[in-house]
């Protein structure tokens, strides 16, 4: 087949083939071994000689066909799963970088990212300057050293919900020779595909619109295969000279477009072991078969949800791309034609204490860390995701100590928008 299938088809065929006679839905292949043989056979694996299925640490067949399909609906060359989002993050940074390394990255992203940056990486010598998204190109160019090897961001941002000129990103990033990755988790490739603005890699957490049933915690790093690890040689070492943990391979050489995800495979994956189960990945395919049309319906009804909070007293400021007048409605309209996603980070009048009085009196609408599946839910992240950052780094990452995240489900918006007047006391 050579035409491009569109992302609806992706969701619902992507990734599993199966030939005839075999299983019409994806197998499980619960099993942590394959067989061979010979003892040949299998030390050409572990040579990287061939390629081939012997420990579902580094690779199983259910988790590939699911990272196949991820990696269709992005457009990239190669794609993985990892056992969460937080090991897609890491992995993808951990990739480029080793103690002594530097990247940059937007300062309004997710708690745990943010964590794992500051505090975690930090601590294994790889250093981050946290920058301002919305500034201009000569601002965040001055947070480039001559050690930095990424620059990261998210193309909607949970929980400010703020939209990533992905566009510009790419252009500093590719200007100072590094490439741009974006963690695609909220718009979804469904929403936007951040190949298609010049990012080079993408990262996901699974557990959120992907999965969409709050079932499995899981991630994916997607490579678009377009950034020329060669033309950097020097700031790349990791994947343009040999592997001494491979007798000396070169992933540039031995696998030319795939480097940056094999190498991922069989050296991080292998070294420290963020392999989903291969049921998780069974279930994130299930997810993914609708994911076309839950996005959509999240999205028409947090539009509507958006809508009627900005029109009531009680509110103090909602922040949704899809509201004419939004900070980000006119970068919405160029990224997230189709729509954004179903969160709203929004205050009430009488800040903190108001915003928790409202959500102890929703019923409808749960409380839960969790954000993005069917079910709509809330959560206040000053005291709860976030609640390790000082208040500085709260302002710095786009929390308001009052901001409220509405994670607008799939139910009836009616049941959705009477839940919140009553909890609003109207
Ligand atoms: C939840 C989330 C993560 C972390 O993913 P886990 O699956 O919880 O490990 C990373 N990025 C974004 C944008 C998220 O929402």
Request: charged share 20%; proline share 4%.
């Amino acid at each position: 087949m050579t035409k491009k299938l569109k992302p609806a088809t992706l969701c619902v065929q992507g990734g599993w083939k199966p030939k005839k006679g075999e299983s019409r839905v994806v197998p499980i292949c619960q099993s942590t071994t394959f067989k061979y043989e010979t003892s040949e056979q299998m030390a050409r694996l572990f040579d990287l000689e061939e390629a081939g299925y012997f420990y579902t640490r580094l690779q199983n067949p259910t988790c590939d066909v699911v990272a196949a399909k991820i990696a269709a609906l992005e457009g990239g060359v190669a794609g993985m799963l990892t056992s969460s989002g937080q090991a897609a993050s890491f992995f993808a940074v951990l990739n480029l970088c080793s103690a002594g390394d530097h990247i940059v990255s937007s300062a309004t992203i997710y708690g745990g990212t943010y964590n794992l940056f500051a505090v975690t990486m930090k601590k294994m010598g790889i250093e981050v300057t946290f920058i301002d998204q919305d500034a201009s190109e000569e601002e965040i160019g001055q947070a480039f050293r001559s050690n930095t090897k990424a620059l990261f961001g998210e193309t909607i941002s949970n929980p400010g919900v703020e939209v990533l000129d992905i566009e510009k990103f790419a252009r500093i990033a590719h200007s100072h020779g590094v490439p741009l990755i974006v963690d695609n988790t909220f718009a979804t490739p469904v929403n936007c595909r951040p190949f298609e603005w010049g990012a080079d890699i993408v990262t996901h957490s699974t557990t959120k619109y992907m999965d969409g049933h709050a079932t499995s915690v899981g991630g994916a790093i997607v490579d678009s295969g377009n950034f020329d690890w060669e033309a950097y040689a020097d700031k790349f070492p990791g994947l343009t000279q040999p592997d001494p943990s491979y007798h000396g391979l070169t992933y540039t050489k031995a696998f030319g477009k795939n480097a940056y995800i094999t190498k991922a495979v069989v050296q991080l994956m292998r070294d420290l072991g963020s392999s989903p189960a291969p049921m998780n990945a069974f279930l994130l395919n299930l997810g993914l078969e609708t994911l076309h049309l839950r996005v959509q319906r999240h999205c028409q009804n947090a539009q509507r949800v958006a809508e009627f909070l900005a029109a009531n007293d009680k509110v103090a400021w909602v922040n949704y791309p899809g509201l004419p007048g939004n900070k980000y409605h006119e970068l919405a309209g160029k990224y997230l034609p189709d729509g954004s996603c179903g969160v709203i980070a929004f205050g009430l009048k009488g800040g903190r204490d108001e915003s928790i009085r409202f959500m102890d009196s929703l019923k409808l609408a749960a409380i839960v860390t969790h954000v993005a599946d069917a079910r709509t839910s809330v959560l206040h992240p000053a005291s709860h995701t976030h609640r390790q950052l000082s208040d500085e780094q709260l302002r710095e990452a786009g929390v308001a100590p009052d901001l409220i995240r509405l994670s607008v489900g799939i139910e009836d918006v009616e049941d959705i928008l009477d839940d919140i007047r009553q909890a609003l006391g109207e």
